[in-house]
């Protein structure tokens, strides 16, 4: 593909990109809506009165329009302001930035570990197709899979910390300094690892089966080029394009909040500040996480896609 | 002449079984330095499995007898018939060839191999007759030609230090210049003093090339000799009828149609993007009539093919099937339409579903077409194979399990169940040995003779198999460039 194409293809996606993110705030906005209930009933407490309910409406313009209220929010974000809290009356870009920090740390610790132990896995495993490591891998790789977050969560706590008292269960009290307290974040970034490095490792595995039984790859061995070079400077490019796609994925995910492990470790991150926002219906925190979550995935899945391309020039970019 | 009687590799009384079966059997080969050694003989024969032997490689599961020696730091490198597969997509030109570069500049300080190894790369690629080889190293393998993809093969034979050179039908498939650039090629690789095993069934550049010739036969070797004796007396029944097989006889002549044209092509000017793939301002094709389309690769031959089967819809054409109109794109012809206009693919494998048995996709054109039912298809299409040889047992089988000519013939077998009007074939001898290649055109032959109604369009470069055709239509460079009947545009 030529460079203009390129060029032409990242633009469009972009474009593509902003209406799908226009399309979730408006979903999302919709879907807040529709809730039992609003921002001041949940305000008003354990004394629902009526009157005061309707005067805190009043207060934070909730008797206005549905529609009116969009527009407001939106002229706003079009100058880079997000908006207010309801519950709270805080800006909603400190709640971004504030469950941003925690977010972003468990992120980059997981994809850390999961890219070497996802592609070494694959590797390994088909690099001895068929045999006993095989197997194990394979076998071990789709147990774990097969168990959800929540379940393994409670499993390594209950071990580990409740029974063995290696490491604390929860982040409680540490705020948003995880990185102070190292311990407290062993088991969020296990659990976080636990399925993608299972479903990367698979994937891996199945594209480096094909490659390394390639014409292309016998003709390395044919020349004398030694095993390891073989592996992952010639075979693994050719498995890389889905695996690319699959982490991109599990970026988007981890970085989107991951409210389970969030919510099971207590720690303060995006997935937290999405539930507490919800459970107070304080429609412009969701709004605003909707519009960073959306242009998060925009742009990740924009990467893989140039990745994969790069990967596997002769495909061109199927748009 | 001392050192052309020292042996670089030799193979003696190989045997290879799989199975119990044996594919290679006795096979006696001794390769002498800048000689060209050729096997020849039918697909199946066995040239493959002994050329690979050579390499020291063998068929999964073979159990394999006798003795490969290789000189003193013999390497081999091999030149297979599809260059593009060896050559890995994910990665630039560049990428193998440093790999086998690096090892040879180990002795140098650090700081030079790097410049070193750039170096002995681009001396192999210019020995290989690659031009501008810098800019080449940093594409694509699928940005390269089919020619330029198999001299960045022969360079990494090259680059090796290779003693010997394993040609795998290095020609199949060429149009007649490029044929010529390939033997020029490897004769300039024998130049160097690098001995040639040369694999084909082309014995225009077996004849060409070789200076030993081993004829063989179900893995035997049943003759061998130099190419000059070989030519002028052979010994051995089969080396006969090698011979004897590239003549087609020429058509007969009395059936030339007239009246209304079957086929009727008015002002096509087909495109690819912007770019005018073809002009074909008229043509015609009269029932029971051969139409052979000749032309260089590339010269849009099977763009035209394409345009009348309804694939390729990007032109502004008209065509007429019996007078009237034919919708440009498949999706919008009728069922009549589609059966009366049938399509057999160079690339007969492809063509095939692996996963299910030839009989049954014989017959679903019958049921699919014209609405026959599973019984009856199954009737005509197995009439119909054995009509084209064959047997009912292969049928069953999947299309893995069948050699080239088999599968084309199941291939012919699939389209003439749609009871066309107009069958075009798309360089299906191209990738076929002599025999089997004469078997297919004989075929042809036979069709038109039976068959009142059909009428083909041969797309082809090969002048031996347009001998079959009663006109010919010379396709050059996205013209049609003239046409007129076979004897007079073939006579040389």
Known sequence: ?319 | MSDRTETVAEIRDLRVEIDGRAIVDGVHLRVRPGMVTALVGASGSGKTTTGLALLGEYPAGARVTGEVRLAEGGLVGYVPQHPAAVLNPARRVSALLDDIARPQVRALPPAERRAAARELVLRALSDAQLPDAKALLRRYPHQLSGGQQQRVVLAQALLLGARVVVADEPTTGQDALTKDRIVDQLAAVTARGIAVVLLSHDLDVVRALADEVLVMRAGRVVESGPVARLWRYPRHEWTRRLLDAQRAAPPDETRTGAGQPVLEVRHLTAVHGRTTVLRAPHLTLHPGECLAVMGRSGSGKTTLARCLAGLHRDHDGELLLDGTTLPRSLRHRSRAQLAAVQYVFQDTRAAFDEHRPVLDQVARTAVRLRGADERAAREEALTTLDSLGLAEEPAHRLPGELSGGELQRAALARALLAHPRVLICDEITSGLDTVTRRGILDLLAGLLRDRDDLSLVLITHDRETARIAHRVAVVDVGELAGEGRARQVLTP
């Open chain 1, 1 to 319: 593909m030529r460079v203009s194409g390129l060029r032409s293809f990242v633009a469009r996606r972009l474009l593509l990109g902003v209406a799908q993110t226009v399309a979730v705030v408006l979903l999302v906005f919709a879907l807040t809506e529709a809730l039992p209930g609003d921002a001041a009933v949940a305000l008003a407490g354990d004394q629902p009165d009526p009157a005061r309910i309707a005067a805190i409406r009043e207060a934070m313009h909730l008797d206005r329009p549905a529609y009116e209220r969009l527009a407001d929010w939106a002229a706003g974000l079009a100058r880079g302001d997000f908006g207010t809290s309801l519950a709270s009356g805080r800006p909603v870009t400190q709640y971004i930035a504030d469950g941003f920090g925690p977010t972003l740390l468990l992120a980059a610790l997981t994809l850390a570990l999961l890219i070497p132990a996802g592609f070494g896995l694959g590797v390994l495993a088909a690099r001895h197709e068929g045999r006993l490591v095989d197997r194990l891998v394979s076998s071990a790789t789709l147990a774990v899979y097969a168990v959800p977050e929540f379940a393994l969560g409670v499993l390594l706590v209950t071990v580990f910390a409740l029974k063995l008292a290696w490491l604390p269960p929860t982040a409680v009290g540490y705020g948003t300094d995880l990185l102070g307290h190292p311990a407290a974040l062993v088991l969020p970034v296990l659990v976080l690892l636990s399925r993608p490095v299972c479903s990367l490792s698979r994937l891996v595995r199945a594209g480096m089966v094909d490659a390394l039984a390639s014409p292309y790859a016998a003709h390395t061995r044919r020349y004398g080029v030694p095993g390891a070079r073989i592996r992952y400077a010639h075979a693994l490019p050719n498995a890389l394009a889905p695996a690319a796609q699959q982490l991109a994925r599990t970026v988007d995910w981890l970085l989107c909040g991951v409210i389970v492990v969030e919510a099971l470790f207590v720690i303060p991150g995006l997935g937290t500040v999405l539930l507490n926002a919800v459970a107070e219906r304080d429609v412009p925190v969701v709004q605003g996480l909707a519009v960073v979550f959306g242009v998060l995935t925009v742009v990740l899945n924009l990467g893989a896609d140039l990745v994969a391309h790069r990967l596997t020039p002769r495909a061109g970019v199927a748009a």
